[in-house]
T-cell receptor
Framework: QKEVEQDPGPLSVPEGAIVSLNCTYS??????FMWYRQYSRKGPELLMY????GNKEDGRFTAQVDKSSKYISLFIRDSQPSDSATYLC??????????????FGQGTILTVHP | GAVVSQHPSWVICKSGTSVKIECRSL??????MFWYRQFPKQSLMLMAT?????????EQGVEKDKFLINHASLTLSTLTVTSAHPEDSSFYIC????????????FGEGSWLTVV
C-alpha cells in the first residue's frame, strides 16, 4: 500500500464547475499537508499549505484536512481553463530537517474545458 | 517570494557521460535542499536530502555513488548523474525550505535529462 493515495483521473469538468480533489494517507505521523499544481514539464507550484485539521481558504481554493480519517481535499471554485494541470497532494512529517521531505500522491490530471 | 532556480532546464547527454544539475536558492539561505525524480506520468519520488556542509542522505534504493550530491554553500546544491544511462532519463527537481516564508517549501523549475 502506498503511503499516499491519489486518484490520477483524468478529471474533466466544464468551466465554472466546482472541482474536488482528494488524497488519503496511511501514516498518521504526517503533520503538514500541501497541494501543488504542476503544469506540463514544469516544477510544482505551491497552492495551499495546512497544518491542522479543518478548512483553509485562499481565493478560489479551499483545502480541507481530516486527520482522524487521514483524508485531505482541495476544492476549486469557479474553475477556469487555466486551472488545467496536474494537482499533487504532498505531506511531511514536519520534524526538523525532515520537514521539507515530502511524500507525494500520484497526482490528478485536471482539464477544465470552456 | 522565495525562488529556487535550477540549471540547466534540459540537457541531452551520451550514455556513459556525467551530467551536473544545479539548484540555487535565489533570495534565501537553505541549509537543507531536496532532490526528487519524476518519470513521465508519475509522481515525484524523493531521491535524497542535501545538507549544507555534510553528506547527503539518500532514500532507499537510490545509488549514492551514481547520484552525487554536493551542498557546498547555503544557496547551492548540485546533483551529478555519473555514468548516465538511458534509464536515468527523467525530470529532476530540487526543493528548499524557506524559513523566511514560514517554512514554505519551494520547488525549482526542474531539469529534463535525456540520455541517448
Amino acid at each position: 500500500q502506498k503511503e499516499v493515495e491519489q486518484d490520477p483521473g483524468p478529471l474533466s469538468v466544464p468551466e465554472g464547475a466546482i472541482v474536488s480533489l482528494n488524497c488519503t494517507y496511511s501514516n498518521s505521523a504526517f503533520q503538514y499537508f500541501m497541494w501543488y499544481r504542476q503544469y506540463s514539464r514544469k516544477g510544482p507550484e505551491l497552492l495551499m499549505y495546512t497544518y491542522s485539521s479543518g478548512n483553509k481558504e485562499d481565493g478560489r481554493f479551499t483545502a480541507q484536512v481530516d486527520k482522524s480519517s487521514k483524508y485531505i481535499s482541495l476544492f476549486i471554485r469557479d474553475s477556469q481553463p487555466s486551472d488545467s494541470a496536474t494537482y499533487l497532494c504532498a505531506m511531511s512529517l514536519g520534524v526538523s530537517t525532515s520537514y521539507g521531505k515530502l511524500t507525494f500522491g500520484q497526482g490528478t490530471i485536471l482539464t477544465v474545458h470552456p | 517570494g522565495a525562488v529556487v532556480s535550477q540549471h540547466p532546464s534540459w540537457v541531452i547527454c551520451k550514455s556513459g557521460t556525467s551530467v551536473k544539475i544545479e539548484c540555487r536558492s535565489l533570495d534565501f539561505q537553505a541549509t537543507t535542499m531536496f532532490w526528487y525524480r519524476q518519470f513521465p506520468k508519475q509522481s515525484l519520488m524523493l531521491m535524497a536530502t542535501s545538507n549544507e556542509g555534510s553528506k547527503a542522505t539518500y532514500e532507499q534504493g537510490v545509488e549514492k555513488d551514481k547520484f552525487l550530491i554536493n551542498h557546498a554553500s547555503l544557496t547551492l546544491s548540485t546533483l551529478t548523474v555519473t555514468s548516465a544511462h538511458p534509464e536515468d532519463s527523467s525530470f529532476y527537481i530540487c526543493s528548499a525550505s524557506a524559513q523566511i516564508s514560514g517554512n514554505t517549501i519551494y520547488f525549482g523549475e526542474g531539469s529534463w535529462l535525456t540520455v541517448v
